[in-house]
């Protein structure tokens, strides 16, 4: 059974930063490509990021280019996103899932909230 526990979200003031991470169990995480996605209030999924199996080429939104960065360590089937510089708009439960992740099943979230 796939399992995805997201974590490391909170509130945090505009130009702050956060960590998220999600723990994989119960799938050969390292032969996936994986997402983090989100959901802001009132709107659909949106793709955010997206990092190859060996960790070795990543994309991201323009949204959260340059702002962003995903990462992962196979060994501990680990996936990251570091956020920077964080905007209100940033504002959502973000979620990690495997490629292609807006299709794919997803753990419960953490909630990110950017706030003055």
């Known amino acids: 059974e796939v399992q995805l526990v997201e974590s490391g979200g909170g509130l945090v003031q505009p130009g702050g930063s956060l960590r998220l991470s999600c723990a994989a169990s119960g799938f050969a995480f390292t032969i996936y490509a994986m997402d983090w996605v989100r959901q802001a209030p009132g709107k659909g999924l949106e793709w955010v990021s997206t990092?190859?199996?060996?960790?070795?080429?990543?994309t991201y939104a323009d949204s959260v280019k340059g702002r962003f960065t995903i990462s992962r360590d196979n060994a501990k089937n680990m996936l990251y996103l570091q956020m920077n510089n964080l905007k209100l708009e940033d504002t959502a439960v973000y979620y990690c899932?495997?490629?292609?992740?807006?299709?794919?099943?997803r753990g419960q979230g953490t909630q990110v909230t950017v706030s003055s």
């Open positions: 899932a495997k490629y292609p992740g807006v299709y794919s099943p």
């Open positions: 990092i190859t199996r060996g960790g070795t080429s990543t």
